[in-house]
């Protein structure tokens, strides 16, 4: 089956019911801007159509991975992106490590450069019956490119550091309140007027963070001896004291604390505030966003809501109909 994208407007999000394995090979190549997916995972469900249904080794799972990576890498333009979300799954009582495996192999066998390894650290989860390990809570989020050259928005890389108050007074990011610079600069050897000069600036620097300006800071007296002293050596030796000041933005970690789906209609969805940062940071705002395993939708409700163009495939009849439902409620 052709998949003509140039015929596909995709104002509205485009699903189609069948094989992803058959219908990948119907993109044109450099097409796509992002692939967010997260395939069947190994042994975790059982799987009656596709290629996965027959996947009953770790070897057989890794060929149809493979299989699939080959296709995303035909498919993606250079710019593009592919973000994957791999669970892990215990054999034997023994853990697999099914995502360090894929990675490596999209890595080393297909050439994909992997830029973040995102951990998926969920809010709320089901605990196992067995009692003799820990509960497994999150699951990994690779973020692969092509090359150097892959779009990235990098003004949502970045996200304002709220401001806490404790009894009334500013904590910066790291806990500062103040207190403690306050009894070095009487306990410091600086004369009378060093330290009203000191203290003054310190009630500047915590107001700085009360406003939002900065995040955090940190004070340096004269006297001290680490490196940042030495930087700061021409304002320690003119005024007794100098400050070293943090950005009142921070850059989005590699963990990410957010909670499980809710939608009770299938048995693994992706929470739709996972989509948020891998669709507006790799996908341009005319990029199309291809999901080979739909599953229910989150995908394409993720799209519209951010106004993206989304492509979708799901071979099981119930989550496709699922999908579409969810899709026009969406609209409505």
């Known amino acids: 089956m052709r998949i003509n994208l140039s015929e596909r407007d995709l104002t509205e999000p485009t699903i189609i019911k069948g094989d992803s394995f058959l219908l990948l090979k119907g993109i044109p190549n450099q097409s796509i801007d992002l692939i967010l997916t997260s395939p069947p995972y190994f042994g975790q469900r059982q799987i009656k159509e596709g290629p996965f249904a027959k996947a ?3 070897s057989d799972y890794l060929r149809l991975l493979k299989r699939l990576g080959k296709e995303f890498k035909r498919i993606l333009k250079p710019t593009g992106s592919l973000w994957l979300n791999i669970g892990d799954s215990y054999r034997d009582s ?33 605990s196992p019956s067995i009692k003799n390990r820990t ?15 892959y779009y990235a928005n990098k003004t949502i890389g970045t996200r304002e550091v709220e401001t806490t108050l404790d009894n009334g007074r500013v904590v910066s990011k790291t806990g500062v309140t103040g ?4 009894r070095k600069i009487e306990l410091s050897n ?16 915590l107001a700085k963070v009360k406003n939002g300006e900065i995040s955090d800071f940190r004070m340096l007296l004269r006297g001290g001896n680490s490196i940042l002293h030495s930087q700061r050596a021409k ?19 590699d963990i990410w604390n957010i909670g499980v789906s809710k939608e009770k209609e299938h048995d693994s969805p992706f929470p739709k ?12 705002k005319q990029g199309i966003v291809l999901d080979p395993f739909l599953g229910s939708g989150t995908t394409a409700i993720a799209c519209i809501e951010l106004k993206r163009k989304c492509l979708g495939f799901e071979i099981d009849s119930n989550y496709y109909e699922l999908a579409k439902r969810r899709i026009k409620e969406k609209q409505n």
Do not use: Q
């Open 135 to 149: 509960s497994s809570s999150y699951e990994h989020f690779f973020h692969f490119v092509l090359g150097k050259g």
């Open 179 to 182: 207190e403690d610079y306050k």
């Open 235 to 253: 304002e320690l030796m003119e005024m007794g004291f100098a400050f070293i000041e943090a950005s009142s933005r921070e850059r989005v970690s």
């Open 190 to 205: 600086l004369n009378k007027e060093e330290k009203e000069s000191a203290l003054l600036s310190l009630e500047e620097e």
């Open 56 to 58: 009953g080794t770790i």
């Open 273 to 284: 505030e996972l989509l948020t940062y891998p669709i507006l940071s790799s996908c341009p």
């Open 94 to 126: 023994s853990l697999l490590l099914i995502p360090s495996r894929v990675a490596i192999m999209l890595e080393e066998e297909l050439g994909f450069i992997l830029r973040n390894d995102v951990i998926w650290e969920k809010r709320s989860f089901l």
